[in-house]
Nanobody, 122 residues
């Protein structure tokens, strides 16, 4: 079992920044990687970014490349998503999740956090 708890969401103006955190506990050593997904109003859940636990491999969806950075802490218990130059279209509930595969498919992620709301005003 893996438990995930996100934090750091909020309301920010366009062009601003937020840093999301996801604290992981339980059998995290048994997972390959962690990722961030988001689900905007009336939209399907979409992949945002992924990092393997060693930090040697990251992957981003095109719409956030150059603006978002995914990372983990040295103890490998916390996942971060630094979001800069935020746009109104980034408004969504953001979720962290674990996977045993280098995947961008939500169906291949098994444990999920409860989500944190990010709202970007224009």
């Amino acid at each position: 079992q893996v438990q995930l708890v996100e934090s750091g969401g909020g309301l920010v103006q366009a062009g601003g920044s937020l840093r999301l955190a996801c604290v992981a506990s339980g059998r995290t050593f048994s997972t390959y990687a962690m990722g961030w997904f988001r689900q905007g109003p009336g939209k399907e859940r979409e992949f945002v970014a992924r990092i393997n636990w060693s930090g040697s491999s990251t992957y981003y969806t095109d719409s956030v490349k150059g603006r978002f950075t995914i990372s983990t802490d040295s103890a490998k218990t916390t996942l971060y998503l630094q979001m800069n130059s935020l746009k109104p279209e980034d408004t969504a509930v953001y979720y962290c999740a674990t996977t045993n595969y280098p995947s961008i498919r939500a169906t291949e992620y098994d444990y999920w956090g409860q989500g944190t709301q990010v709202t970007v005003s224009s």
